[in-house]
Every structure is written in structure tokens, then in C-alpha cells.
């Protein structure tokens, strides 16, 4: 098994702007931070997966190509069946789901590039390990 390490995102200190459009700050020796705002939202993002799918969830992910932009579809499965997809794709800026479509079982995530989709994933992956989730 291979077990890939990163540093844990931290939250940005309230007034410390980042000068490029990204998710994560993501220096080349240093710890990843985050805005408040989008730690609040991963949050919330996080909580929707826990309270959707309880006990052992498998977790899948596609990565693909929609038209010009990268994608990575991930599927979550938990217990009977209950399932959640998820698309993040890389648009150049950050949205995540309004609270009313968490209600929904497809959810999209936008992220600026490349380097934001493989940190949140190695944060999910993280998280869901947290909250006993297999991976396959």
C-alpha cells in the first residue's frame, strides 16, 4: 500500500490576502493554508458527506476531460446503496455546491487548477479516513 503525506491545510489569518486566484496556497516548502471563507465551505462540504453517508463508503475517482477542461469525478458509496458523485473541475476560480443542492446526489466543485484538484483530493482521501471510509 502506498501512503502519500502533505501537510495539513491550515486557515489564512484573517486579512492575509493571497495575490493568485487559488484554493489553496500551496508554497513550495511551507503548509498549505486556505481562506476562511472556503474552510468554512469544505466544512460544510465535509459535513454533507458524513451526514449523507454513514458507515463504510467506497471511494472512486475518474479522472477525465470535459471539453478543454480537467475534471475528476469522484463516486462515494456508502451502505445500501446511498451514493454521492461529485465533479471538480478545474475552471479558474473556486465554487462550491449552495447548501440546497447538497440535497441532491451530484454535486460540482470548480477549483483554478491542476495543483488545487490534487491537494483537495489528498484532503478528502485525509478526511474520509477520518470518518472510516474505505478507498478503492
Keep these: ?5 502533505y501537510p495539513e491545510p491550515v486557515v489564512r489569518p484573517h486579512g492575509q490576502v493571497c495575490r493568485e486566484p487559488s484554493l489553496f496556497t ?18 460544510t462540504f465535509c459535513a454533507a458527506i458524513r451526514d449523507r453517508l454513514l458507515g463504510p463508503v467506497q471511494l472512486t475517482a475518474h479522472p ?25 473541475s478545474v475552471t ?3 465554487l462550491w455546491p449552495q447548501p440546497e ?8 466543485v470548480t477549483v483554478p487548477d ?8 489528498l484532503h478528502l482521501s485525509e478526511l ?4 472510516r471510509v474505505t478507498k478503492f
Design 128 to 131: 474520509c479516513e477520518r470518518f
Design 92 to 94: 479558474g476560480s473556486t
Design 1 to 5: 500500500m502506498m501512503t502519500l503525506k
Design 101 to 108: 443542492e447538497y440535497d441532491h446526489p451530484r454535486w460540482y
Design 26 to 43: 500551496l508554497p513550495p516548502q511551507g503548509v498549505a493554508t486556505l481562506s476562511e471563507t472556503d474552510a468554512r465551505r469544505l466544512e
Design 64 to 88: 477525465h476531460r470535459i471539453g478543454s477542461r480537467t475534471s475528476v469525478a469522484l463516486h462515494l458509496e456508502g451502505r445500501l446503496g446511498r451514493c454521492i458523485d461529485v465533479l471538480i
Design 114 to 121: 491542476a495543483a488545487d484538484v490534487v491537494y483537495l483530493l
